[in-house]
T-cell receptor
Framework: ELKVEQNPLFLSMQEGKNYTIYCNYS?????LYWYRQDPGKSLESLFV?????AVKQEGRLMASLDTKARLSTLHITAAVHDLSATYFC??????????FGTGTRLQVFP | SQTIHQWPATLVQPVGSPLSLECTVE??????LYWYRQAAGRGLQLLFY??????ISSEVPQNLSASRPQDRQFILSSKKLLLSDSGFYLC??????????????FGQGTRLTVV
């Protein structure tokens, strides 16, 4: 059974600081996705990583995928308040199932 | 362009009442369709997914059922709601492209409160 774990679950960080969110998964998959969820809202797609070594960047966020280690990272550079949200990774299982991680709730303070 | 519609946005239902949530997708054919539930402050739990009309896979035993009567329509139902059915229900779709599925695109969600 595919399991997807994220850490940390909660992250409180000061504006301007850098930090990394980790996403580990238990079975082989070449496709991993990152989503953002604002409070009370639906999920917004951030990144699609489709191969080993894939790296995508958008603004202050950068995502990477290491399929051999079954690990993806979401790196935050010089955090700003607007990045406060919950971030989810999701892995494509072998039977068209998309399994989500536990989520990382990020709070950026001045 | 593709869009996904999910309704209603909020719903308050008494225990023991029936439930029907509907999701439709426009602008694509033969999508994979998903129902997820999110408890307050928690992650997403996959409830059902469907790869075609009438094809439903259930992920967890529960008080809910799903149906796909048309290619781009996915319905989540219950005959008798329980308090534990409260949560944020999200419908999503993806399609198979060369190299695998696209990412899933989500509807706006239905916040269900069972009282």
């Amino acid at each position: 059974e595919l399991k997807v774990e994220q850490n940390p679950l909660f992250l409180s960080m000061q504006e301007g600081k850098n930090y990394t969110i980790y996403c580990n998964y238990s079975t082989t998959s070449d496709r991993l996705y990152w989503y953002r969820q604002d409070p009370g809202k639906s999920l917004e797609s951030l990144f699609v990583l489709l191969s080993n070594g894939a790296v995508k960047q958008e603004g202050r966020l950068m995502a990477s995928l290491d399929t051999k280690a079954r690990l993806s990272t979401l790196h935050i550079t010089a955090a700003v308040h607007d990045l406060s949200a919950t971030y989810f990774c999701a892995v494509d299982g072998s039977t068209d199932k998309l399994i989500f991680g536990t989520g990382t709730r990020l709070q950026v303070f001045p | 362009s593709q869009t996904i519609h999910q309704w209603p946005a909020t719903l308050v239902q008494p225990v023991g009442s029936p439930l029907s949530l509907e999701c439709t997708v426009e602008g694509t054919s033969n999508p994979n369709l998903y129902w997820y539930r999110q408890a307050a402050g928690r992650g997403l739990q996959l409830l059902f997914y469907s790869v075609g009309i009438g094809q439903i896979s259930s992920e967890v035993p529960q008080n809910l059922s799903a149906s796909r009567p048309q290619d781009r329509q996915f319905i989540l139902s219950s005959k008798k709601l329980l308090l534990s059915d409260s949560g944020f229900y999200l419908c999503a779709w993806s399609v198979i492209r060369v190299g695998g599925n696209t990412e899933a695109f989500f509807g706006q969600g239905t916040r269900l409160t069972v009282v």
